[in-house]
């Protein structure tokens, strides 16, 4: 059982690099999550969507961009990465909305010098 | 924006104490959700509360939702060393597709 799967799982970036998270779930879940956590907080929303083709906005976009093509993929965009945007980026999928049961990846480790 | 906040931020008890963590906010939720993080991966769901007043056992803990559905609290008795993690709560506005999260409750249970 695969189910949520985030890659890379650590990687270091310079500032004004670029990157992309990537994501991709097999439960045919229909809602994605992108998510970040700094040290000792909880988790902020970037980016959701309800379903291919579309996305929104969450609480800090700001620095990100996302697509969502297929049902499976999720990928996160870094443009012109920042040091304030180290942190633990965790993607997650649910079959509907909140409410229902969210699965979360592993969680990836980026950190910007 | 709505705020989740939790008390106390750590906790640190022997095995076999009682403990209860706390998930207050001024906001009304639809729903709201406890999951448990362990180091170095994603967070799992416990439980999720739907009706005010209502309480969940999930063996050793216990949830409570608030009867005005503003807060909630997560009760474990006679605490284990495997329960060590950090304890988030989440909750759901209306049919909105986002959770709103808490700021954590690191616990540490030793033997």
């Known amino acids: 059982n695969a189910g949520v799967t985030q890659t890379p799982k650590f990687r270091i970036l310079k500032i004004g690099q670029s990157m992309t998270l990537q994501c991709t779930q097999d439960m045919n879940h229909n809602y994605m999550y992108w998510y970040r956590q700094d040290p000792g907080m909880g988790l902020k929303l970037i980016y959701y969507?309800?379903?291919?083709?579309?996305?929104d906005k969450g609480e800090v976009p700001n620095g990100y961009n996302v697509s969502r093509s297929t049902t499976e993929d999720f990928p996160l965009r870094l443009e012109l990465a920042a040091p304030s945007q180290t942190s633990v980026y965790f993607c997650?999928?649910?079959?509907?909305?909140?409410?229902?049961?969210?699965?979360f990846g592993e969680g990836s480790w980026l950190t910007v010098v | 924006t709505q705020l989740l906040e939790q008390s106390p931020q750590f906790l640190s008890i022997q095995e076999g104490e009682n403990l209860t963590v706390y998930c207050n906010s001024s906001?009304?939720?639809?729903?709201l959700q406890w999951y448990r993080q362990e180091p170095g991966e994603g967070p799992v769901l416990l439980v999720t509360?739907?009706?005010?007043?209502e309480v969940k056992k999930l063996k050793r803990l216990t949830f409570q939702f608030g009867d005005a559905r503003k807060d909630s609290s997560l009760h474990i008795t006679a605490a284990q060393p495997g329960d060590t993690g950090l304890y988030l709560c989440a909750g759901a506005a209306g049919t909105a597709s986002k959770l709103t999260f808490g700021t954590g409750t690191r616990l540490q249970v030793t033997l």
């Open positions: 509360v739907v009706t005010g007043g």
């Open positions: 906001s009304v939720f639809s729903s």
């Open positions: 969507s309800v379903g291919a083709g579309i996305t």
């Open positions: 997650a999928s649910s079959l509907q909305g909140s409410g229902n049961t969210i699965y």
